[in-house]
């Protein structure tokens, strides 16, 4: 595969994820924010821009702060990575179902339009249930090559990142309440894993067994321990049985991370040297990615005469 269509077909699965995770925070915390004080200067609504992945932002209106994560251009918003996706997926026309596209047209346009301002729960549903239709469609309509692989590797990348970060800021944020019950309750919400978590313990939502649960859990399709196992498969995938590529090792090396019991069992203690870790190894993976299937150079760095090697496409 050309990389530039890997690399358009990797962005449309990250930015989908972006625009659903987005939403999702927003009509969580909107709900949140109504058990809680919203005065000028609480710095509840800068938390949630930077929950979003905003950066280095001051935002104290919450009429503000929606306006921003659902169509400003200065970081993640809805509109943007719903248009986004809708551009790579135009770059990658003829690798993609009819139907596929013509949703995601449509999902664009929707979201595009004034007026959402008098519904906005009903517009970020709008936005996730679209969103939920499109990875039904790539699972369901499009054909098991690398296409569908690097569309699912982009997936599971960004909400592996999202999960990530989501644990990480809010066990920052909350370091001095831990057992603050609306506050992890609208967390596993965040990672549609309340009903879950609810269904699996009988222990109380809190710090430790939500962390616990959303980064270690590798039958809950958010956790990050699944979404690392995802997208280890999806390279192993791309890259064929007899191939063990640069990816794959780090990819590896997450999925382990996540798999470790004893960062499992060390509760919020370990959460820092489990993020450290993971940021080191996203950078690594970062590069190994681009140097694989996104920006590959034009001659192979593998030995010549090795069963295994594959030159890169430009």
Not at 60 to 84: F, K, N, T, W
Not at 115 to 130: A, Q
Request: aromatic fraction near 8%; proline fraction near 4%; charge should be negative.
């Amino acid at each position: 595969m050309l990389s530039r269509a890997a690399t358009s077909l990797t962005l449309l699965g990250r930015q989908l994820e972006r625009a659903d995770y987005v939403a999702r925070v927003l009509d969580v915390h909107v709900d949140l924010s109504l058990d809680r004080s919203d005065d000028q200067g609480t710095g509840f609504w800068t938390a949630v821009m930077l929950l979003a992945g905003w950066k280095a932002i001051d935002v104290d209106r919450r009429e503000q702060a929606i306006e921003l994560l659902v169509g400003g251009a200065a970081g993640p918003s809805v509109q943007q990575a719903v248009a986004a996706a809708r551009s790579a997926a135009q770059s990658v026309r003829p690798s993609l179902p009819s139907e596929l596209y013509e949703q995601l047209n449509t999902l664009h346009w929707r979201v595009q339009e004034a007026g959402w301002e008098r519904d906005l729960h009903g517009f970020l549903m709008t936005v996730e249930l679209g969103i939920y239709l499109l990875d039904g469609l790539v699972e369901d309509t499009m054909f098991r090559d690398e296409a569908r692989e690097f569309v699912r590797l982009g997936k599971f990348l960004e909400r592996m990142d999202n999960v990530v970060a989501l644990i990480v800021r809010k066990a920052a944020e909350l370091r001095d309440e831990p057992e603050a019950y609306l506050e992890w309750t609208a967390v596993l919400k965040c990672a549609f894993a309340f009903e879950t978590y609810r269904l699996r313990f009988s222990t109380p939502v809190a710090a430790e067994p939500v962390a616990r649960y959303l980064l270690f859990d590798p039958a809950l399709p958010r956790s990050a321990a699944f979404c690392a196992d995802e997208a280890l498969l999806s390279v192993r995938r791309i890259d064929g049985e007899r191939v063990r590529s640069a990816p794959a090792r780090v990819l590896a090396r997450l999925s382990g991370l996540f798999r470790d019991p004893s960062a499992a069992a060390g509760g919020l203690d370990a959460l820092e040297r489990v993020s450290g870790e993971y940021r080191d190894l996203s950078v690594q993976l970062a590069g190994a990615l681009r140097a694989a299937y996104f920006q590959p150079g034009k001659v192979s760095a593998t030995v010549p005469g090795d069963p295994t090697s594959r030159a890169p496409q430009q």
